[in-house]
């Protein structure tokens, strides 16, 4: 007997959403397919749950939400290309977010990419992303104009800084970004995704967000930050004034139970930090389909919502 199926079958009992066949909804033209490349929570190191990336796939592009740790390598566990992620909508510029675009701005390009790296992102983005260049000119220089003469198309960056509104609309898929509260980290956007009837959000670093619940109602899945206790940022080195001051900028569990509570969403998952004890938490305040997200976790919207967990 296969020693997966008991799990199987677990999942598929305790969450009535994993139908786990995987005929259903992948063979919708209009569903929304997510792949969680990192689920991790804040800078720390975890070699289980790396930074956080969002791949949305839907009419056959591919756009990948923040550039955490990682995001290149879980991609290629995946199954998917680096040379496709040439579309990147960042949150916001902190650290655990963007630190991976170096690594799918110049390696997918050795790899023969010959379309141009484009990035949208608030405020600051152009900036950061002409300095990536410099940083790099060395090797860009030598691989584009010296040794392998790999096309400068590829390695051409297209900075996009973006407001409150539809950033992005092409083949009926369209991204419309949102402004959230991340305390001093101003401004900070999660992004909303529509395509074919469905729709997910992706919330970025927030505290609860009354613009988040707004722009999120009518959704299918709410992929949803959490915040650690001060206890356990302590527990980790932080001193007790960095803990709370930390703690102040994101969603307390409670808090996203309320989020969730009033968005409705068919599906609410933690995309980025979360565990059973936040579960716990939130169901003070909902009772709906709640999910931790892990690495390489695939959701396909569609009629039906398809959970599957990447095998042990």
């Avoid at 959704?219 to 803990?243: K, N, W």
Wanted: include cysteine; hydrophobic fraction near 40%.
């Amino acid at each position: 007997m296969n020693r997966l199926l008991p799990a199987f079958i677990a999942l598929s009992a305790c969450c009535p959403l994993a139908a786990q066949s995987a005929n259903s909804p992948a063979a919708d033209p209009a569903s929304i397919k997510v792949t969680l490349l990192g689920s991790g929570g804040g800078p720390r190191v975890d070699v289980r749950r790396y930074g956080i990336s969002i791949l949305v796939e839907a009419a056959g592009q591919k756009l990948l939400f923040d550039c955490g740790r990682g995001a290149t390598l879980r991609a290629v566990e995946a199954g998917i290309r680096p040379s496709d992620l040439d579309k990147v909508f960042l949150t916001h510029l902190h650290s655990d977010h963007i630190i991976s675009i170096p690594d799918l701005l110049l390696t997918p390009w050795a790899e023969g990419r010959k379309t141009p790296f484009q990035v949208w992102g608030p405020p600051g983005t152009r900036s950061m992303m002409d300095k990536l260049l410099e940083a790099f000119a060395f090797d860009i220089h030598i691989r584009g104009d010296v040794d392998e003469k790999f096309p400068k198309e590829g390695i051409r960056v297209i900075s996009t800084e973006v407001s409150e509104g539809t950033v992005y609309d092409k083949a009926g898929v369209k991204v419309a970004a949102f402004v959230v509260d991340h305390g001093p980290v101003k401004p900070a956007f999660g992004y909303r995704v529509d395509f074919g009837g469905h729709s997910v959000v992706m919330s970025g670093d927030t505290r609860m967000s009354e613009n988040l619940i707004r722009h999120s109602q009518g959704i299918d899945v709410l992929f949803h930050e959490v915040g650690t206790g001060v206890a356990t940022l302590i527990q980790q080195g932080i001193s007790p004034e960095q803990a709370a001051n930390i703690v102040a900028h994101h969603t307390s569990p409670e808090e996203t139970g309320i989020v969730f509570n009033r968005v409705k969403p068919r599906l609410a998952i933690y995309a980025h930090g979360g565990n059973a004890q936040t579960v716990t938490e939130a169901r003070k305040n909902y009772t709906g389909p709640l999910e931790v997200g892990e690495d390489l976790m695939v959701i396909r919207i569609g009629e039906k919502i398809d959970v599957q967990r990447p095998r042990p």
